[in-house]
T-cell receptor
């Protein structure tokens, strides 16, 4: 079946512009995570959605970052007024009943 | 706060040698998962351990969960070039909490 998809796969933007990153999880998965990974580094937790519960936003690095999950399915991560330090690969993962995570291919964001 | 320590950070081995990576928690865990990320790829789930003292094997990979459910290890016997990548543990502290990833161990192999 279809896995987790993310779009765009690559995004180059100018400093100060806003960007939206999209994640389509596996159908029926109740949990959805966003992570950020810089080159050669580990996974930095950003935000966690579980069913209808309030999202865990404790990993968002600043108020320029926000995310929503509509109808318990598609999620969008928005970064406002992008900075060069926001350049990284943004990974989305979904999970059935919050067990093993299935990762998407990621969006590589480059801020120039 | 919650901390996930994973060691070593890097490991460079000769093909055929064994490899082990360890995860240690300051808090008792509900369960632990292991993932592998190939260079240029995304993390892929390997296994989940739930029970105290649990040991699971997948071919040349052996996963252990400590008796106190505070540590875990992944051991690869006779490494092959296909084992190259970064291995992450991911810990959950309660059934209601989010999963937290360790910093990863990057494995490289000399043919």
């Amino acid at each position: 079946g279809a896995g987790v998809s993310q779009s765009p796969s690559n995004k180059v933007t100018e400093k100060g512009k806003d960007v939206e990153l999209r994640c389509d999880p596996i159908s029926g998965h109740t949990a959805l995570y966003w992570y950020r990974q810089s080159l050669g580094q580990g996974l930095e937790f950003l935000i966690y959605f579980q069913g209808n519960s309030a999202p865990d936003k404790s990993g968002l690095p600043s108020d320029r970052f926000s995310a929503e999950r509509t109808g318990g399915s598609v999620s969008t991560l928005t970064i406002q007024r992008t900075q060069q330090e926001d350049s990284a690969v943004y990974l989305c993962a979904s999970s059935p009943q919050d067990n093993e995570q299935y990762f998407g291919p990621g969006t590589r964001l480059t801020v120039t | 706060g919650q901390q996930v320590m994973q060691i070593p950070q890097y490991q460079h081995v000769q093909e055929g040698e064994d490899f082990t990576t360890y995860c240690n928690s300051s808090t008792t865990l509900s369960n632990i998962q292991w993932y592998k990320q190939r260079p240029g790829g995304h993390p892929v789930f390997l296994i989940q351990l739930v029970k105290s003292g649990e040991v699971k094997k997948q071919k040349r990979l052996t996963f252990q969960f400590g008796e106190a459910k505070k540590n875990s290890s992944l051991h690869i016997t006779a490494t092959q070039t296909t084992d190259v990548g970064t291995y992450f543990c991911a810990e959950r502290y309660s059934s209601a909490s989010k999963i937290i990833f360790g910093s990863g161990t990057r494995l490289s192999i000399r043919p």
